[in-house]
């Protein structure tokens, strides 16, 4: 593990920027240095994973690779397109190429 002195200045200002955004949407938050990190962090990687899942699933929806399907509680499930499982392993053996 790194020595406070050997951290890379970017990662600590992305934190510095996550703990910052974590306190202007819960401005009442208070917790310890270990709850920060497991909880603020975390909340903090959920909502930008979740806007990155949201984003991925348009374009794969877009491009036919899979399907979204709308349940009767109005949320919406995703599915691989069956019809389009080779293009698939072609994409991703291109990835692994890389």
Do not use: C, F
Not at 81 to 96: E, M, T, V
């Amino acid at each position: 593990m790194n020595r406070p002195d050997q951290l890379n200045d970017n990662q600590v200002q992305l934190v510095i920027y996550e703990i910052l955004q974590y306190l202007i949407d819960n401005p009442d938050a208070q917790d310890t240095e270990e709850g920060i990190a497991t909880w603020w962090l975390l909340d903090q990687a959920i909502k930008h994973k979740t806007a990155l899942v949201k984003e991925a699933l348009k374009r794969l929806v877009k491009d036919h690779l899979v399907i979204e399907q709308e349940r009767s509680d109005s949320r919406t499930d995703y599915k691989m397109n069956r019809r389009r499982r080779k293009k698939i392993i072609s994409l991703l053996q291109q990835r692994d190429r890389i």
